[in-house]
C-alpha cells in the first residue's frame, strides 16, 4: 500500500502575505487589495523551498476569501501566480471566510496534517485532530494564548524551512517568542501597538464572519427553497 505524503496546509493573509492594518470593512473589497498584498519574503521563500525540494511533503495553500467579493478569490490566485507559482492550482484550497478550515478538505483532514496560520482561531479549529504551526508574524500573539508549536516570521528562510520539517517529523516542539533584545520600555511600546492591531483585526475579522455567516445562511435558504420547489413540480 503506498503511504500517503505528510501535507503542509499555508494559510495566506498574515502568514505569506503581510498583513494590511484596515480600519474600515470596506476596504476588504476595493479591487487590488489582496493583488497588492506584499509578501512575507523569508515564509514565502521557506515555504518555496519545501515546496521545490521536499517533495515527501505535499505543500498546499488553505486560505479563507470574501464570498461576496468580486475580486478576493481572484486576486488571491493571481498574487500566488506571481509570488508562488511551485504551488499549482490544483494544490490550493479556499473557503469561504468564517467557516472551519477543516471543512475544505476535500479528502477529510488527517492526524499528520499541518496548518501553519497567523490565527489562533483557525489553529483552534484544526488542532486537534491534526497539528497546527503559528506563525508569529509581529502584530499577532500580544496574549500568548497559543501554547503549541510557533515560529517568528523574521526567521531566516532556511531557518524556517528547517523548523517546519523539524515539527512535522515530530522531532521537537518550538516555542518562539518575541524578539527579546527590544529594551522594556519599547517592548511594552511595541506590545501595546501589537495588542491593538490584533483587537482591531479580531473586530475587523468578527465583522467579516458575521456577514459571510449571514451570507451562507441566505444562501442555504435559497437552496432549500429551490430542493423545495423541485420537490413539488416533481409531484405534480
Not at 525540494?53 to 488571491?76: F, M, R
Not at 506563525?135 to 531566516?156: A, K, V
Request: include cysteine; aromatic fraction near 6%; glycine fraction near 6%.
Amino acid at each position: 500500500m503506498k503511504q500517503e505524503k505528510q501535507r503542509l496546509f499555508v494559510d495566506m493573509d498574515g502568514t505569506l502575505a503581510v498583513f494590511r492594518q484596515v480600519d474600515e470593512l470596506e476596504t476588504l473589497y476595493e479591487k487590488g487589495y489582496f493583488l497588492n498584498l506584499a509578501p512575507q519574503r523569508n515564509v514565502l521563500a521557506a515555504i518555496k523551498e519545501l515546496a521545490v525540494n521536499h517533495p515527501e511533503i505535499e505543500v498546499n495553500i488553505l486560505s479563507a476569501y470574501l464570498t461576496d467579493s468580486q475580486y478576493a478569490l481572484q486576486e488571491k490566485n493571481e498574487w500566488l501566480d506571481r509570488f508562488l507559482p511551485e504551488i499549482d492550482r490544483d494544490h490550493r484550497v479556499f473557503v469561504p471566510c468564517g467557516t472551519d478550515k477543516k471543512e475544505g478538505i476535500r479528502d477529510g483532514i488527517r492526524r499528520n496534517d499541518f496548518l501553519l496560520d497567523d490565527y489562533t482561531k483557525n489553529l483552534s479549529e484544526w488542532q486537534p485532530p491534526a497539528r497546527g504551526i503559528k506563525l508569529l508574524n509581529g502584530i499577532n500573539h500580544s496574549r500568548g494564548t497559543w501554547q503549541s508549536d510557533r515560529l517568528r516570521h523574521d526567521r531566516d528562510a532556511a531557518s524556517l524551512a528547517t523548523a517546519i520539517l523539524s515539527i512535522m517529523r515530530d522531532e521537537k516542539q518550538i516555542l518562539d517568542e518575541k524578539d527579546h533584545r527590544e529594551d522594556r520600555s519599547e517592548q511594552t511600546e511595541k506590545q501595546g501597538e501589537r495588542h491593538d492591531s490584533e483587537k482591531k483585526r479580531a473586530s475587523v475579522l468578527d465583522s467579516l464572519h458575521k456577514n459571510q455567516g449571514k451570507i451562507m445562511d441566505e444562501n442555504g435558504e435559497k437552496q432549500k427553497a429551490g430542493e423545495k420547489e423541485w420537490q413539488t413540480r416533481s409531484e405534480r
